[in-house]
């Protein structure tokens, strides 16, 4: 009796081991078919192309952003803070301590008639 159950028991390890292989197998086929390589190549490079227009997109912004800065300096429309506070003063914003070189106060210029 006890043969027999281990031999079953073997048999059905045999069989689900085979199944699992089997599966495993197909799978693998399935993913190396030229068509899934052409589509995970092709999905790959659009994540590619969006990593870098948003990159190129996220420099245009930060440029601009600094010309205006730049051109309000020049125009005296540009106030440091740090020209206005002297030692052991504090700059809250929003209730919170921030450090004067992270503000930037820009003064609107007034249209000409």
């Known amino acids: 009796m006890r043969r027999v159950v281990w031999f079953a028991g ?3 390890a045999g ?9 495993k197998i197909v799978a ?15 999905s790959a490079v659009g994540r590619g192309y969006h990593r870098v227009t948003d990159a190129v997109s996220e420099g ?5 952003r600094r010309e205006r800065e730049l051109k309000a300096e020049r125009d005296g429309r540009l106030v440091r803070l740090t020209d206005h506070l002297t030692e052991g ?3 809250l914003v929003d209730g919170e301590t921030v ?5 930037i106060v ?3 210029r007034e249209p000409k008639p």
Do not use: C
């Open 10 to 12: 073997g048999v059905a």
């Open 106 to 108: 820009m003064r609107r």
């Open 60 to 64: 245009v912004t930060a440029a601009r």
């Open 89 to 91: 003063d504090e700059l």
């Open 28 to 42: 693998t086929a399935n993913r190396l078919k030229p068509t899934n390589i052409a589509r995970t190549a092709s």
């Open 15 to 23: 069989a689900t081991g085979a199944g699992y292989a089997k599966r």
């Open 99 to 103: 450090e004067s070189g992270r503000v």
